[in-house]
């Protein structure tokens, strides 16, 4: 065994932030009945924050789980830097966890579930350790009590303490704020991405959370059905998806049926339904036939029929408002389109133009840059079914 | 509550009166007859002597059965303990969708008469059964060694009489275990061995507390397979509490031991949970 | 490598099970001898323990042995009675104490743990001393085996209800009253179905306990002979092996109604 392969396996001497970056290739997990994860290949940097987003069933906690090294692949190999793990004990591997529902030792205080990890590696100043580490999450005077004493919030900063005292190479996190609600998740997603700066470790952080994922990750990997659909920066994957379940999913998309009539240089040019609309070629993954205009709704200018709109190119009337919901931020329109389409458009409230009521007669236009084009052989409904 | 007050009264009247009357008050009625006179009899009548004197009596004669009881006991209770949790731990663990099966297996011998199955093993330790053929080819046992009529025939049939009794607390308490609580274990670098030290075990402590006792206390106050699987000299103190009480009628002596048989499980359970540190378990 | 790796994997993780497979197959070899001997021909001589030939006179001749079939009778009878009565007053009992708050609930709860944590010996010769000083010494029967089995068996009803009576959602409770089910029909709609199968089991255990209890029963039998005292009997002079019929029969019985019990809580759960 090579110098560098004995460290890999070797807990009693993390890494801890020496950097290497966690490679999946060809990873496949077939169970019985079905296949959860299929040929995946994955390259995940050091030091990156890197979110796995998808569905419940996606295969993303699966995936998490064969990282870990609590689930064997079928096939496929798990490398971190040039050594191999796939089969590698999870008790052998430079990579904790942080688990659903945290998982804490409820036999154990804080301090020791903190503690338990180091103890197993028979590090010396654990008691240092542990304190310092309860300081970061904010804790330090918690550390006597029981997890069921804990509240819910309390209770995911311990489960962060217990894996990150390790001083991981990855540390795993498994939908670690589902079970907290709302506000307490939002306060917890800006912790955790800052503790992240802090010690500059590889995070991986699996959800099916759109939001959760956008918030905390530089990278996104978006899973469905056991592949990856689309991996880069939540503005990339927001702004210029590449298939209707990544528009779906992440956030709200119109998918308009056009037909293309010419692609030329840095424009394609698409019909829909008589109107002529101009997408940038790096935002059009079709490039002739059939396809689906994409705009997200905020992106929607909506005006009442004949007042002018600050939008040159992709401009459309004919729509009628059919509903208007009120949020706060923003007021949300469906506009029936002249062929029966209902399109989303989200303006904000920002009090400088008036509202719509219901049955007001409407044009609708969009900036061209902001329109993607999506082959018509996808699924418009994919991933559009909310589960959260 | 919103239903009216009184029901819960009514509902548990009969069930606490029939055991207030025959479970209760016979144990009075035990200690009144361990206090008798022992000049009296059956026929004759007792006197109520208040006669402290025999305890020491019997405690003086019947020693070495309860001594005797309580180690058989004891031993059995350990290697129930060793052979139960493996056994509850495939199950709860390892056993996957066969679980509720082998749970129903587990249950299934105990509901077959406990006298014949211990005739069984009369059978399968006979000198002539199919072990002690084995054990005397291989040169384990001598010629004339027996392996009924010895301690290791009784302990043996008191594991697997109460054996059911161990397995079905520990697999309650196993089965409450998170298998998260495991993999986080091994995730935090316990091997498995320490995972189950450290976690697992700590965690099934209700479960073995639970079933040493249920496995102890019936062992111990057991003479069946003393009788029927030992000799005269694996006597237990139930074999002599029954001929006490049904061949000598000497009441008083029957009396006695009995209440410091109790008397003595009832100590040992209370030093064992406080050393288990387990008290809100009762 | 990676298969070497893998195949040690799955040794380590179904070694366990392999060693709680053993300790189960140990639960059953005796059980397995029972059934072998209930059809062995014994006839030439009673005393020796060993499988001579193949025969189903001992099946065709349940009864052959003086007494055994009454004694299976009588066990039989005091069970279904003992059962009877113990399930309905355990069953009343276990609802006390789930679903009402009276004073002395506690110590309840700690009589009702003690008949199971207390010696068979001590109970049966405790439940002797009571009988005899109360002048009912020379009159031990099948009225007091009677009494002393329902008091053992209540114990183990109570905490089978309970049990199952406290895993009971009571939103559902309050769902039917909120659908207009009066508490009437809300108890026999809804709460005595789903806690049907503890009583069942409940049942099933107190006969069984019943059916088999010797310690006790042997003190407070007079000369009443239930079926375990008719083998503790033949024991000591030489068992006829229609008494493995018997052990046969009771195995596959319960084993029926273990699993029949399985199948019903699991559809219904």
């Given at each position: ?13 993390p ?11 060809a ?12 040929s ?24 998490l789980?064969m ?42 205080d804080i ?6 990890g ?42 962060l ?82 298939t ?30 008589g ?11 079709v ?88 082959p ?13 | ?162 054996l ?11 089965e ?15 091997s ?82 406080r ?8 | ?66 007494g ?19 399930t ?10 789930v ?50 089995h329902?008091?053992?068996c ?52 107190s ?63």
């Amino acid at each position: 065994m090579s110098l560098a392969a004995e460290r890999a396996t070797d807990p009693s001497n993390p890494p801890g932030g020496s950097g290497r970056n966690l490679r999946l290739t060809a990873l496949t997990k077939e169970f019985s009945t079905f296949t959860a994860v299929r040929s995946l290949d994955l390259e995940i940097p050091a030091g990156t924050f890197f979110a796995l987003l998808g569905p419940s069933g996606c295969g993303k906690t699966t995936t998490l789980r064969m990282v870990a090294g609590l689930d064997l692949p079928t096939s496929g190999t798990i490398h971190l830097g040039d050594d191999e793990i796939t089969y590698a004990k999870p008790y052998r591997r430079p990579v904790n966890t942080v688990f659903q529902n945290y998982a804490l030792f409820p036999h154990l205080d804080i301090h020791e579930n903190v503690a338990f990890g180091l103890r197993r590696r028979k590090v010396k100043d654990v008691d240092k350790q542990v304190q310092e580490m309860l300081e970061l999450v904010e804790l330090e005077s918690q550390a006597k009590k029981k997890p069921p004493q804990m509240s819910g919030g309390q209770q995911q900063r311990v489960a962060l303490a217990r894996a990150l005292i390790n001083r991981p190479e990855v540390l795993l996190l498994d939908e670690p704020l589902g079970a907290l609600d709302l506000k307490l998740r939002r306060g917890m997603q800006i912790e955790i991405k800052r503790i992240q700066t802090e010690v500059g470790l590889t995070f991986v952080h699996v959800t099916h959370d759109q939001e959760e994922a956008m918030t905390m990750a530089d990278t996104i990997a978006v899973m469905n059905a056991g592949v990856i659909e689309q991996m880069g920066s939540p503005t990339e994957l927001y702004e210029n998806p590449r298939t209707t379940f990544v528009a779906n999913f992440l956030g709200q998309s119109n998918l308009i049926p056009g037909t293309v009539s010419s692609a030329d240089g840095d424009v394609v040019r698409v019909d829909m339904h008589g109107t002529q609309v101009s997408i940038p070629a790096d935002r059009a993954h079709v490039t002739s036939g059939n396809g689906w205009v994409g705009i997200r709704p905020e992106k929607v200018l909506v005006a009442a029929e004949g007042e002018p709109l600050d939008a040159p190119g992709n401009h459309m009337s004919g729509g009628v408002v059919t509903d208007v919901s009120f949020v706060g931020v923003s007021t949300q329109y469906l506009v029936r389109m002249p062929w029966g389409q209902e399109l989303m458009a989200f303006e904000q409230n920002t009090g400088r133009r008036a509202f719509l009521t219901a049955g007001t007669k409407v044009d609708v236009s969009w900036r061209p840059e902001f329109a993607f084009l999506l082959p018509a052989s996808q699924d418009v409904n994919a991933g559009a079914i909310e589960e959260a | 509550m919103r239903r009216g007050r009184l029901t819960g009264y009514w509902l548990m009247l009969p069930a606490g009166l029939w055991l207030a009357v025959f479970f209760v008050i016979p144990f009075y009625s035990l200690l009144a007859t361990s206090l008798y006179d022992p000049e009296g009899s059956v026929l004759t009548g007792y006197d109520v002597g208040y006669r402290f004197a025999n305890f020491v009596d019997v405690l003086q004669e019947f020693w070495r059965p309860l001594l005797r009881s309580l180690t058989y006991a004891g031993i059995a209770t350990l290697i129930c303990l060793v052979l139960g949790y493996l056994l509850a731990y495939a199950i709860a663990f390892k056993a996957g969708r066969w679980r509720t099966l082998l749970l129903v297996l587990v249950i299934a011998p105990f509901f077959t008469s406990f006298l014949i199955r211990t005739l069984s093993w009369k059978l399968i330790l006979a000198d002539d059964g199919f072990i002690v053929d084995a054990l005397q080819t291989l040169h384990l046992m001598g010629e004339n060694d027996r392996l009924l009529a010895t301690p290791v025939a009784v302990i043996a049939g008191l594991v697997y009489n109460f054996l059911p009794f161990m397995v079905l607390p520990l697999y309650a308490s196993l089965e409450k275990i998170d298998g998260r609580l495991v993999e986080a274990a091994g995730d935090l670098y316990a091997s498995p061995s320490r995972g189950f030290l450290k976690v697992t075990l700590p965690l099934s402590m209700p479960g073995v507390v639970a079933g040493t006792l249920l496995t102890f206390i019936p062992a111990a106050g057991d003479y069946i397979n003393a009788q029927l699987l030992g000799s005269t000299n694996q006597r237990m103190v139930g074999n002599v509490i029954q001929d006490l009480f049904t061949d000598t009628g000497d009441y008083a002596a029957a009396g006695a031991l009995s209440v410091l048989l109790m008397v003595v499980i009832v100590a040992m359970v209370m030093v064992y949970i406080r050393k288990a540190g387990t008290e809100e378990l009762l | 490598m990676n298969g070497l790796q893998r195949a040690s994997r799955w040794v380590s993780d179904h070694i366990v099970l392999a060693g709680g497979l053993l300790v189960l197959v140990y639960m059953f070899v005796p059980i397995a001898i029972v059934m072998l001997m209930s059809f062995n021909d014994n006839s030439e001589s009673r005393n020796v323990y060993a499988f001579r030939d193949f025969t189903f006179s001992n099946w065709t001749n349940m009864c052959g042995p003086d007494g055994m079939c009454e004694s299976v009778l009588r066990s039989i009878g005091i069970g279904l009675a003992a059962t009877l009565v113990a399930t309905i007053l355990g069953t009343l009992a276990a609802f006390a104490l789930v679903r009402h708050n009276f004073r002395g609930r506690s110590v309840m709860n700690t009589v009702i743990f003690l008949p199971m944590a207390s010696p068979e010996i001590v109970m049966g010769s405790s439940l002797l001393a009571l009988f005899v000083s109360g002048g009912f010494g020379g009159r031990l029967g099948v009225v007091t085996i009677f009494i002393a089995h329902v008091m053992f068996c209540l114990s183990f009803v109570i905490v089978t209800v309970k049990a199952r009576l406290s895993g009971l959602d009571q939103n559902l409770e309050q769902a039917a009253m909120d659908l207009y089910a009066s508490e009437a029909t809300t108890f026999w709609r809804i709460t005595f179905p789903l806690v049907f199968p503890g009583i069942a089991a409940a049942a099933l255990l107190s006969f069984s306990l019943s059916f088999d209890d010797f310690i006790i029963t042997n003190l407070n039998a007079g000369q009443t002979v239930t079926f375990p005292m008719y083998v503790w009997g033949v024991a000591q002079r030489g068992v006829p092996m229609q008494v493995n019929v018997i052990g046969t029969i009771m195995f596959l019985i319960s084993l029926a109604l273990v699993l029949g019990n399985m199948f019903a809580t699991r559809k219904k759960a």
